[in-house]
């Protein structure tokens, strides 16, 4: 139980498209989901904090009207990067919290596979 | 800055010997998390640590936790080529919902 799965694994764009990117729950409900940046041989690096039925929560410095976060169910959100450009290229990965585990101090998180973003 | 630190961050052992991570922090926190990510891939969740408890094992894991310190390690014994990874601390900080990751560490195991 408990796995998350992103789609697509790996995209190549151009410059100035936009791609979106899916994160959803199979098994279990996610009242919150996060979205990571990580960058090659680097840490994680959250972006936003996706609650399902409202806006997400952006971090400083993370700019909303280019990645577009969505949660309109409580097994998928979604992550659009608006006219991408090469400096957007990364690996994003998602992570969801179970519903059934929210009320604690553990919060659970489970991990998406990620998605490689190569902007051209 | 959302990271703690760990050190080092590379680590080259031969298989077989034991592998210490270290993992330091800034703020109070409800738990912490340890997770092992291969090269270009997504996370797994290794251990996890309350607040409250100083040693936790798991098969060839031991994750301790110093509170007082702000500070965690995690041993891998009895090394295996596949163990070969990322390593990232994470830590779930008092009033937050999200996980804060540290730099990481990346363990070479040599066969």
Same mark, same amino acid.
């Given at each position: 139980?408990?796995?998350?799965?992103?789609?697509?694994?790996?995209?190549?764009?151009?410059?100035?498209?936009?791609?979106?990117?899916?994160?959803?729950?199979?098994?279990?409900?996610?009242?919150?989901?996060?979205?990571?940046?990580?960058?090659?041989?680097?840490?994680?690096?959250?972006?936003?904090?996706?609650?399902?039925?409202?806006?997400?929560?952006?971090?400083?410095?993370?700019?909303?009207?280019?990645?577009?976060?969505?949660?309109?169910?409580?097994?998928?959100?979604?992550?659009?990067?608006?006219?991408?450009?090469?400096?957007?290229?990364?690996?994003?990965?998602?992570?969801?919290?179970?519903?059934?585990?929210?009320?604690?101090?553990?919060?659970?998180?489970?991990?998406?596979?990620?998605?490689?973003?190569?902007?051209? | 800055?959302?990271?703690?630190?760990?050190?080092?961050?590379?680590?080259?052992?031969?298989?077989?010997?034991?592998?210490?991570?270290?993992?330091?922090?800034?703020?109070?926190?409800?738990?912490?998390?340890?997770?092992?990510?291969?090269?270009?891939?997504?996370?797994?969740? +290794?251990?996890?640590?309350?607040? $409250?408890?100083?040693?936790?094992?798991?098969? /060839? !894991?031991? &994750?301790?936790?110093?509170?007082?310190?702000?500070?965690?390690?995690?041993?891998?014994?009895?090394?295996?080529?596949?163990?070969?990874?990322?390593?990232?601390?994470?830590? +779930?900080?008092?009033?937050?919902? $999200?996980?804060?990751?540290?730099?990481?560490? /990346? !363990?070479? &195991?040599?066969?």
């Amino acid at each position: 139980g408990a796995v998350v799965s992103q789609h697509p694994s790996r995209v190549i764009c151009k410059s100035g498209t936009s791609v979106k990117i899916e994160c959803r729950s199979l098994d279990f409900q996610a009242t919150t989901m996060f979205w990571y940046r990580q960058f090659p041989k680097k840490s994680l690096m959250l972006m936003a904090t996706s609650n399902e039925g409202s806006k997400a929560t952006y971090e400083q410095g993370v700019e909303k009207d280019k990645f577009l976060i969505n949660h309109a169910s409580l097994t998928l959100s979604t992550l659009t990067v608006t006219s991408a450009h090469p400096e957007d290229s990364s690996f994003y990965i998602c992570s969801a919290r179970d519903l059934s585990l929210s009320v604690s101090s553990y919060n659970e998180q489970f991990f998406g596979p990620g998605t490689r973003l190569t902007v051209l | 800055s959302q990271q703690g630190e760990e050190d080092p961050q590379a680590l080259s052992i031969q298989e077989g010997e034991n592998a210490t991570m270290n993992c330091s922090y800034k703020t109070s926190i409800n738990n912490l998390q340890w997770y092992r990510q291969n090269s270009g891939r997504g996370l797994v969740h +290794l251990i996890l640590i309350r607040s $409250n408890e100083r040693e936790k094992h798991s098969g /060839r !894991l031991r &994750v301790t936790l110093d509170t007082s310190k702000k500070s965690s390690s995690l041993l891998i014994t009895a090394s295996r080529a596949a163990d070969t990874a990322s390593y990232f601390c994470a830590t +779930l900080r008092r009033g937050a919902n $999200n996980l804060f990751f540290g730099t990481g560490t /990346r !363990l070479t &195991v040599i066969p």
